[in-house]
């Protein structure tokens, strides 16, 4: 017995010192590293320690209050406006205090947002039959890997991973549906938006060629997701919301297009569409 309590304190001071050590790295990224201007912009460090820094702070705040332990809608809102509220305090104090650009620079303003809103709305539609052919595909590739009844499991797994979709699969009053169209299909285009097109597409845009910076800023995007199945879907979207972000230097577009397959994901939940 006691050498197994000995394994945990061991085990557990590990993953703490690991813990620290990537958080005192993020905040060097972040604040202690001198600002790399050469690009006239933010550079990938701060991309590295801003998605570092949000994911570290907030396992450490969802921890200390106890968030995450049940499938509660007040959990997932409470984790919603958490994360968000790190992501774009961290982004905005890299864009408009560390190198001191004003908001434009990360696709905060945009002519024209009612037309570009239309635009987004639009391409959004475009990209549910892209997504679905896309998990298609995926699901074909894992099914030849590792068998299709594995492939269809592991994609069931995944689904079932995410908080919103076990939600919504248990009893909802409208108002829980309406309170999670918001934070899915708002709050959660918004910051992700903001981070992964205006900031961490932003640096590579500045740095490499358009093409180039379209393709890893959507691999980016998929890999952070954590996905196997349904990693080649969120590539697809992602390399449509960089492409809408780079012609229109706004993040309204890419905002809406965001916002439109939340909400057809949340209604497939709800009515078991299969799309």
């Known amino acids: 017995m006691r050498r197994t309590t000995s394994s945990v304190l061991d085990g557990a001071a590990v993953w703490y010192l690991v813990f620290l050590v990537l958080l005192v790295g993020s905040g060097w990224l972040l604040a202690g590293r001198?600002?790399?201007?050469?690009?006239?912009?933010?550079?990938l460090g701060e991309v590295l320690g801003a998605i570092t820094a949000v994911s570290l702070l907030?396992?450490?705040?969802?921890?200390?209050?106890?968030?995450?332990?049940?499938?509660?809608?007040?959990?997932?809102?409470?984790?919603?406006?958490?994360?968000?509220?790190?992501?774009?305090?961290?982004?905005?104090?890299?864009?408009?205090?560390r190198y001191r650009l004003p908001l434009p620079s990360v696709g905060l303003v945009g002519r024209d947002p009612l037309r570009l809103?239309?635009?987004?709305?639009?391409?959004?539609?475009?990209?549910?039959?892209?997504?679905?052919?896309?998990?298609?595909?995926?699901?074909?590739?894992?099914?030849?890997?590792?068998?299709?009844?594995?492939?269809?499991?592991?994609?069931?797994?995944?689904?079932?991973?995410?908080?919103v979709e076990r939600i919504l699969q248990g009893p909802v009053s409208a108002g829980d549906i309406a309170l999670i169209v918001i934070l899915i299909c708002g709050v959660v285009p918004l910051t992700e938006e903001l981070f992964f097109r205006g900031f961490a597409f932003g640096a590579m845009r500045a740095r490499w060629r358009?093409?180039?910076?379209?393709?890893a800023s959507a691999a980016f995007f998929a890999a952070v997701h954590l996905q196997l199945i349904h990693f080649l879907p969120i590539l697809?979207?992602?390399?449509?919301?960089?492409?809408?972000?780079?012609?229109?230097?706004?993040?309204?577009?890419?905002v809406m297009v965001h916002a439109v397959n939340n909400l057809v994901a949340i209604l497939s939940t709800l009515y078991g569409w299969n799309l």
């Open 58 to 97: 907030t396992i450490a705040i969802a921890q200390g209050l106890a968030l995450g332990r049940s499938d509660s809608l007040p959990d997932l809102t409470a984790a919603v406006l958490l994360q968000s509220g790190l992501t774009v305090g961290i982004v905005l104090y890299v864009v408009a205090i």
């Open 117 to 163: 809103a239309a635009v987004g709305i639009a391409l959004g539609l475009v990209t549910i039959p892209i997504s679905a052919v896309a998990e298609t595909i995926s699901l074909e590739i894992a099914g030849m890997v590792m068998g299709p009844a594995q492939a269809e499991r592991l994609n069931e797994l995944e689904h079932a991973a995410v908080p």
């Open 236 to 254: 697809a979207l992602g390399v449509v919301l960089a492409y809408a972000y780079d012609r229109t230097g706004s993040l309204v577009a890419p």
């Open 34 to 43: 001198p600002p790399k201007r050469e690009a006239g912009i933010w550079g």
């Open 210 to 215: 358009r093409t180039t910076a379209i393709l």
